[in-house]
């Protein structure tokens, strides 16, 4: 694979979810994603009106996370935090699944989790990411996760919330593929440190990176 700068940027979320994330960081993750011409930064909630401020008109989307990183809000909750992001400026939602629910085998529990958030971005003209946090489930339910996604309209399954035991794997990438089918969107996340490891995610089938160490990725490609 040889992408140039420019167009390795644009499968990449430029990410700063840390708990002890302050302004300085966030203002790093900024400038840093609009210099590369990322896809998107992606904060959590709170972070969601300054950097849509900070974004507007640079082509670079704001993106925050719901439930995140356990999924185990209520659906209210979670639609809610919907809500007020895209009000407060987020173009793209990252939520979590109930993951505990998938794993009882409580499918329609799940789908409609799902679903609820899924209606209440595309009404505000939205894009949904659906992290199902590979690491703690079985390739069946990764196959489920998948599935319940691609029923109730998401736009994207994601690996993982990088807050767990484990990142993107590259089995994982080609599995969700797989179960997706070439148009679905496909993010990995977690643990993509190198230029390597980009390659291997987007080989493997993803169509969107959320890495905290764009800057360093993209610095290994010269424009």
């Known amino acids: 694979m040889n992408l140039t700068q420019s167009q390795l940027a644009k499968y990449m979320d430029h990410t700063l979810l840390k708990a002890d994330a302050t302004l300085d960081g966030i203002d790093r993750v900024v400038a840093e994603a609009k210099q590369f011409g990322c896809a998107s ?8 009106p300054y950097v849509a401020r900070l974004l ?4 670079v989307a704001t993106c925050t996370v719901v439930g995140f990183p356990l999924g185990a809000s209520s ?4 639609v809610f935090e919907t809500t007020d992001a895209i009000a407060n400026g987020a173009d793209e939602i990252d939520m979590v699944i109930n993951i505990g629910e998938l794993k009882a085998g409580h499918a329609e529990l799940v789908r409609e989790d799902i679903r609820a958030v899924a209606e209440a971005t595309h009404a505000g003209g939205k894009l949904l990411k659906v992290i199902i946090e590979c ?3 079985t390739d069946d339910e990764k196959r489920l996760a998948c599935l319940l996604c ?3 309209g998401a736009d994207f399954v994601k690996t993982s919330t990088g807050f767990s035991t484990g990142g993107a794997t590259v089995a994982d990438v080609t599995l969700m593929r797989e179960c997706v089918g070439p148009d679905f969107g496909v993010k990995a996340a977690g643990g993509i440190r190198t230029l390597a490891d980009a ?3 987007i080989e493997a089938g993803a169509s969107r990176l ?8 993209l610095a290994e490609l010269d424009e």
């Not at 930064?41 to 969601?48: E, R």
């Not at 507007?56 to 082509?59: P, T, V």
């Open 199 to 201: 390659y291997a995610m």
């Open 56 to 59: 507007d008109g640079s082509g």
């Open 135 to 137: 690491c703690l489930l």
């Open 41 to 48: 930064v992606c904060v959590n909630p709170f972070w969601v």
């Open 150 to 152: 691609a029923e109730v």
């Open 210 to 217: 959320g890495v905290s160490a764009a800057a360093s990725i």
């Open 75 to 78: 659906t209210a909750s979670k």
